[in-house]
């Protein structure tokens, strides 16, 4: 049983954007604004995986396809891409389907973990050490032959307030061997 990583970058100063000038609804927590999918969602969602567990050159794409086994755990890390600067982006829910074929509710974890990052300008050849709060989503697949099609809903808020910019979702793929 493997473990896919899935990272995903969000475009967080154009939604907050196109939410302050009211060309895209901020949605709520039970009904998030669909982004659409493919050439709609790509504007504002990238998806990353290990280039062994990507289907269909969907590399950087919202609608990532990625191929699993039964029992594999997929693991979604999401951030924007100012990496949290200005924004900051977390996963809230998922709906899978078929239903049942991934385990729900899915597993959410943070935590801490070391990281050493140069610092400096221009930066030192020894890195510091510093503490990285690490967020992430999981899943293990529960069906076999088939292929998932599955919703990610995530918040987008304001770093500069704590306010809630709004709350989207879209619909990548899992294909399960």
Excluded: C, H
Aim: aromatic share 10%; glycine share 10%; net charge negative.
């Amino acid at each position: 049983m493997a473990t896919i990583n899935v990272l995903i970058a969000v475009d967080g100063a154009s939604l907050a954007s196109k939410v302050a000038d009211g060309s895209l609804s901020p949605g709520s927590l039970q009904s998030p604004t669909n982004l659409g999918s493919y050439s709609s969602s790509n504007v504002y969602i990238a998806m990353i995986a290990p280039n062994s567990s990507v289907s269909n050159g969907t590399q950087g794409q919202s609608e990532l396809q990625i191929s699993a086994n039964g029992g594999d755990t997929v693991e979604w890390a999401i951030t924007t891409f100012d990496n949290n600067f200005d924004q900051t982006a977390y996963l809230y829910s998922g709906s899978f389907n078929p239903a049942g074929s991934i385990n729900t509710p899915l597993s959410y974890a943070s935590g801490e973990a070391y990281a050493y990052l140069a610092t400096g300008n221009p930066p030192a050849s020894t890195p510091t050490k510093f503490v990285n709060q690490v967020s992430t989503v999981s899943g293990t697949i529960l069906k076999i032959g088939l292929q998932i099609q599955y919703t990610l809903s995530f918040t987008l808020v304001n770093n500069s307030n704590g306010a809630i910019i709004g709350y989207f979702m879209w619909d990548p793929f899992i294909n399960v061997n």
